[in-house]
């Protein structure tokens, strides 16, 4: 079985920093493409940031110059460092895979493996 938990949200300033975890178990990185997903109240979900297993790389245009997407294979973690947060960054965060290495497009329904999420508010 697989899963994904995601961990680090919270409440932070607009111009602040943070950074988003996710544990993966039964996943291999290696083999995995990744990414972080984001949902706003009243929203659909929208894609951040994916890697693939090569360490490419995918940003949404929002979040470019700003998000940084990582993972470390040998603990199975995958992170988002998020900098010069601003309000609108606010919403559920997700991170999801696909059993398959290259680099998928920034949508949901590329991705087959969901985590629970982690809440990211940004005050003004």
């Known amino acids: 079985q697989v899963k994904l938990v995601e961990s680090g949200g919270g409440s932070v300033q607009a111009g602040g920093s943070l950074r988003l975890s996710c544990a993966a178990s039964?996943?291999?990185?290696?083999?995995?493409?990744m990414a972080w997903f984001r949902q706003a109240p009243g929203k659909a979900r929208e894609g951040v940031a994916g890697i693939a297993s090569d360490g490419r790389t995918n940003y949404a245009d929002s979040v470019k110059g700003r998000f940084t997407i990582s993972k470390d294979n040998a603990k199975n973690t995958l992170t988002l460092q998020m900098n010069s947060l601003e309000f609108d960054d606010t919403a559920m965060y997700y991170c999801?895979?696909?059993?398959?290495?290259?680099?998928?497009?920034?949508?949901?329904?590329?991705?087959?493996?969901w985590g629970q999420g982690t809440q990211v508010t940004v005050s003004s």
């Open positions: 039964g996943v291999t990185g290696s083999s995995y493409c």
């Open positions: 999801a895979a696909f059993g398959s290495g290259g680099l998928r497009p920034l949508y949901p329904v590329w991705y087959n493996i």
